[in-house]
């Protein structure tokens, strides 16, 4: 017994037994559940979240907190809905509104690593500079970005599989192997276990941390891209909120909001778990109000279990 | 009379067996000294003590009766108290509140606080413990001997009776340290016991009745403090004799390899030194004269002006990593907070200056890292169950074996070490020791911050004496004297 509690927390596996018996349930509760459209379905859903949430998990793995993510994620969407009218190469389109992703990531980075603001002000402020930068860029109207080759980033398959999954599933793969098995990765870590220790390891802790931030910000620019895709158009108010939901699939995927634990594996177990819960309580119609009380209680429950467990193995 | 009796306490941690039978036997007003190395179970027994772990077998017996506390608010309501190292103080709150916190209903009336009462009532205690400061002042503003002073008026408001202190005096000044002697005496006078965790031999013999040793999780034995010298506990402690407490192996000394002209920052003042290949290089000096300053400013830690010249570098480095690009590793002040991550395992933690070298384009080589780790475990001889495990579980000695690893895979050509022993056991300071005289040995110079000055004057070749910011003295090895170093420490010079 001892031996399996270590083998569950070694290799954080509780957050993926959770997303197990939430989907055992839920295809006991209803007979639409496990079937594989729905299961696609969801998944695809998820991929938007789990984009933003692994790029949040870098920032969270070295101690800082990135609330802007939701906000780059419109502005991309909506340079790429605007360049479209112009621009005829679909590539040319993601890669530009990915890089503005990456500017606007950057720029929280230069203001937490270089401005020494702290991350959760620095990215509050930004979330709300975005936004206007956004609205004032799409004059608070959608952009219509109807383009059938665009159409296939968010919306197409590849044989049975969305695109997006695709994208998802590549995304955590690189970030997995990033974080567990280069240099770059354990320097992460290691400013979130502690900062000076690291920078007197002769890491130099500013570049990493400003590095973590665009790379929340490139995966916010890709998601913008993926949603626009797939709604063809851009809303200036696109992801509202989404910051949050992309912060509880990391804490529900075991990585510390002190910094220096956890990992993008979890991450994305813990977004499906979001999705599941949504989907599931979709099926069975619950409504909207109640939907949201039991996201939250199961937040709280997964989080207070994990804490317990941690507590006890000490 | 007997007020503490601990028979045959056991303990495990999954894995490790902490503790193994140990007696403990404390005299109403008596000053017992707990003694052994780290890991020899002397924290595991006061955390059992005070109720922070639960025994797995054996007996306390207090004050005649049985009793077995669950958790420190019990074992405080038993009259038992213990100062942790890291106080237990919070800054930004008055001292008053401090002695008075969780315990503020004895002075106020439906939630409502009367503090001028409290205050008069803190202020008795304070005065008791010699602490001359207002009783409103900020926990923040006091410096650590008026911290420690505050944690001790605290015990005694909660009519304490038996006093554990661990390492009361690491922190404190000489001044400092006798006040605090006076205050532990008069407590024992008073009739309050006292158990003394203390690494340092002279001052069980100043203060202490009796000593307990205890060894390897085992007891060893009590002996009256009279009847026993430093030698003998040492054996003790460490179940050999000690051949030499300072095994100094004077190595070959070379040429010129740092020169620091002219440092100049907020806490340096035209600071200029030099270490040769081969030597060892004292700093000695109070608690803030600048000498972490110094080598931090080295080490490209902190800024700073002036020229430094280091090989064919000349200039100052503005990050560590250009430090190590060089060849200068530091073992820093504090290892918990500097040395080490210790949420990492040890493995990680002994990889981290030197990821790049077992890399390639960025790509870790997992079976080089492991077999690094097994080389600088074996080498160092760090005591471990596996490499993956947390760092924070080594015990002091351990640790500071970690961050010595961590430098030596880089192959230094300059180590800097601020106060390498402070916190560690007798066996592991002279293996410190020891690792020293090989580092010198093959040509690397060695720039050893110290505040034991029998530490200092037994492994350096010179030692720069330095006093608020300014070196204000320079001996060789064979003029030093204590005497002459602590002139030149509290402000007179050579």
């Known amino acids: 017994m001892k031996k399996l509690k270590y083998f569950i927390q070694r290799y954080n596996i509780g957050p993926f037994i959770g997303l197990l018996v939430i989907c055992i349930v839920l295809s006991i509760l209803s007979d639409r559940f496990l079937t594989v459209s729905n299961l696609l379905n969801v998944t695809r859903q998820v991929s938007i979240n789990a984009l933003l949430a692994v790029g949040l998990t870098f920032v969270i793995i070295t101690g800082g907190i990135d609330l802007s993510v939701g906000s780059t994620l419109a502005l991309a969407g909506a340079v790429a809905a605007g360049m479209l009218s112009s621009v005829t190469s679909v590539p040319l389109v993601v890669f530009y509104a990915c890089f503005i992703g990456l500017l606007a990531g950057t720029f929280n980075g230069l203001l937490v690593a270089n401005g020494k603001i702290a991350p959760f002000i620095a990215t509050l402020g930004t979330m709300t500079l975005f936004r206007g930068i956004t609205l004032i860029y799409t004059e608070g109207r959608p952009i219509r970005a109807v383009s059938d080759t665009f159409y296939q980033v968010g919306g197409g398959y590849i044989g049975p599989i969305p695109v997006p999954i695709i994208i998802m599933l590549l995304v955590v793969l690189v970030a997995w192997y990033v974080l567990k098995n280069m240099t770059v990765g354990r320097r992460i870590y290691a400013i979130g276990g502690n900062e000076e220790a690291a920078r007197l390891s002769g890491i130099k802790t500013n570049s990493y941390k400003i590095l973590t931030y665009s790379v929340s910000g490139l995966l916010a620019g890709l998601a913008g891209v993926i949603l626009t895709s797939r709604l063809l158009s851009a809303q200036p108010t696109a992801g509202m909120g989404y910051e949050l939901n992309a912060i509880a699939a990391v804490v529900l995927g075991g990585t510390s909001l002190t910094g220096g634990i956890g990992g993008v594996g979890g991450t994305l177990v813990g977004a499906l778990i979001i999705g599941v819960l949504n989907n599931g309580l979709n099926l069975m119609n619950v409504s909207s109000f109640y939907q949201q009380a039991v996201k939250g209680i199961v937040i709280l429950l997964a989080v207070l279990i994990d804490q317990r467990s941690r507590a006890g193995n000490k | ?494």
């Not at chain 2, 490790?16 to 007003?29: M, P």
């Not at chain 2, 400013?297 to 280091?310: N, T």
Request: net charge neutral; aromatic share 6%; glycine share 8%.
């Open chain 2, 1 to 494: 009379m007997t007020l503490l009796q601990m028979k045959g306490i056991s303990k495990s941690f999954p894995g490790a067996k902490v503790l193994d039978g140990v007696n403990l036997e404390v005299k109403q007003g008596e000053i017992h000294a707990l003694l052994g190395e780290n890991g020899a179970g002397k924290s595991t027994l006061m955390k059992i003590l005070t109720g922070i772990h639960q025994k797995d077998a054996g007996e306390i017996i207090y004050d005649g009766k049985k009793i077995t506390p669950t958790n420190p608010k019990e074992a405080e309501n038993l009259g038992i108290v213990m100062i942790h190292q890291e106080f237990n103080l919070v800054p930004y709150i008055s001292a008053a509140e401090n002695i008075y916190l969780g315990a503020e209903e004895a002075f106020s009336k439906m939630g409502i606080v009367n503090w001028k009462a409290l205050y008069n009532s803190a202020d008795k205690y304070l005065q008791q413990v010699g602490l001359n400061i207002y009783p409103g002042t900020k926990v923040a503003d006091l410096n650590v001997g008026e911290k420690q002073l505050v944690e001790i008026a605290k015990a005694l408001s909660r009519r304490t009776r038996l006093l554990i202190m661990d390492e009361p005096t690491a922190a404190l000044t000489e001044r400092e340290t006798k006040r605090l002697f006076e205050i532990i005496k008069n407590l024992s006078a008073n009739g309050v016991a006292i158990i003394y965790i203390s690494h340092r031999m002279e001052e069980l013999f100043a203060v202490c009745h009796r000593v307990t040793v205890l060894r390897d999780g085992k007891y060893i034995a009590t002996k009256e403090i009279a009847e026993t010298n430093i030698d003998e506990l040492v054996s003790l402690m460490v179940g050999r004799q000690l051949s030499e407490r300072f095994p100094k192996k004077p190595a070959e000394i070379g040429e010129v390899i740092l020169q620091v002209k002219n440092f100049r920052n907020k806490y340096l003042h035209d600071v200029s030194i030099e270490v040769r290949a081969g030597e060892v290089v004292g700093l000695a000096g109070l608690m803030g004269a600048g000498r972490s300053e110094l080598v931090r400013a080295i080490f490209g830690a902190d800024p700073v002006e002036g020229k430094l010249v280091f090989g064919d570098f000349s200039g100052t480095f503005k990050h560590p990593s250009e430090a190590i690009k060089k060849g200068i590793a530091m073992v820093p002040e504090d290892r918990k907070d500097q040395g080490l991550i210790l949420s990492f395992s040890v493995r990680h933690n002994l990889a981290l200056p030197t990821l790049h070298k077992r890399a390639v384009m960025g790509n870790i080589n997992y079976r080089q890292e492991k077999e690094m780790t097994r080389r600088q475990v074996e080498k160092l001889k760090i005591k471990l169950a596996t490499p993956e495990q947390e760092a924070k579980s080594l015990s002091g000695g351990n640790q500071q074996k970690v961050v010595f690893g961590k430098w030596l895979e880089a192959e230094p050509k300059l180590f800097i070490l601020d106060e390498p022993t402070r916190g560690v056991d007798v066996g592991a300071k002279v293996e410190i020791y020891n690792l020293i005289n090989k580092l010198t040995s093959r040509g690397i110079g060695v720039l050893l911050v110290s505040s034991d000055l029998e530490e200092l004057m037994g492994m350096s070749d010179r030692v720069y004496v330095m006093y608020e910011g300014k070196i204000t003295g320079h001996f060789k090895r064979d003029e030093m004297s204590d005497e002459a170093i602590m002139y030149c420490a509290t402000g007179g010079s050579k």
